[in-house]
């Protein structure tokens, strides 16, 4: 069975799409990374005027869709500091992860 000359351009193209998007991808993750990165300093020169929280959201959002590395970071973390999880609106939930935020299961002696 031989390739028509449509099938054998096709080919290369749809192999440098995929890598050009695989990079893009990953730029993407890097911005959201200094994002995060930018707003930490920002959120402490700016105390009383929110201005870092929308830059760290940005910052997640863009390095939870676009990477695995920084969604198992992120994972990782929350794993760790449950309450990091807990000030997280359930939209950025499913946006950033498709789940729900996990419910505590361990009832606090208080």
Known sequence: MTDSPADVIRKPIDSARKHVGGL???MLAVVGLMHIAVA?????????LPIGLPIAIIGVILL??????GRRWMEGVMTRHPRVEQFAPNWLMRLVFGRDKRTNLKSRAD
């Open 24 to 26: 893009f991808r990953q």
């Open 40 to 48: 930490i300093p920002v959120g402490m020169a700016t105390p009383f």
């Open 64 to 69: 939870g869709r676009n990477s695995t590395w």
